[in-house]
């Protein structure tokens, strides 16, 4: 399934209607959809390297638009989806996402927005946990327009040679600037108790 999601996200990148077709993969990669737009973000950018920012800034747009549904999706309707949350893949990561916004609130949507951690199940935790909306919305945008900014500008940088090693090397990255930043508000919480 998330193969064929993968190859049509690919498609569309190349279509003459793309950043249209971007900003609704990023809306709604942000609330319920698989496949992250990075798949669509990095071949448009190199197809289009002078329009590298004006691109990222339409995935941030779009993203953190989607991920204001997914925290209305928690905030009013978590009753409804819970059973098939917790009956899904999903269900241990959102968790996870509760956990994080109680040990480190807003951080926690910071680092879910820039890393590969799915961003819907914090969307969702954000509204079900009742997290301030503004901070939210703050977080959301800081932390996605890094990724899709760092994305856009690496690959108008490096060009294909240097989205081949990204790909190659993507989870190993996002999960140790995770690591990073766990390690960091650890070490915080350990020497400021």
């Given amino acids: 399934m998330f193969k064929k999601l993968y190859d049509k996200a690919i498609q569309w990148s190349k279509h003459r209607h793309a950043t249209k077709y971007l900003a609704i993969l990023s809306f709604a990669e942000s609330s319920f959809f698989p496949v992250p737009p990075d798949v669509m973000l990095a071949p448009m950018v190199l197809a289009r390297r002078e329009k590298a920012w004006y691109l990222a800034l ?30 899904s893949h999903y269900w241990s990561k959102y968790q996870l996402a509760e956990q994080w916004f109680k040990d480190w609130g807003f951080w926690a949507i910071f680092i879910a927005g820039f890393s590969p951690i799915p961003y819907k199940v914090f969307t969702i935790a954000g509204g079900a946990l009742s997290m301030l909306f503004l901070p939210f919305v703050l977080a959301s945008f800081v932390g996605r327009g890094l990724r899709f900014f760092l994305v856009a500008g690496l690959l108008a940088w490096g060009g294909e040679r240097f989205e081949a090693k990204l790909r190659q090397y993507m989870d190993i990255i996002g999960w140790t600037v995770v690591a990073l930043i766990i390690i960091g508000v650890g070490v915080y919480k350990f020497l400021n108790p």
Avoid: H
């Avoid at 747009?61 to 098939?84: E, K, N, R, T």
């Fill in 58 to 87: 339409i995935t941030t747009i779009a993203s953190v638009l989607g991920g204001m549904l997914g925290y209305a999706i928690g905030f009013f309707a978590f009753d409804m989806i819970q059973p098939w949350l917790e009956g």
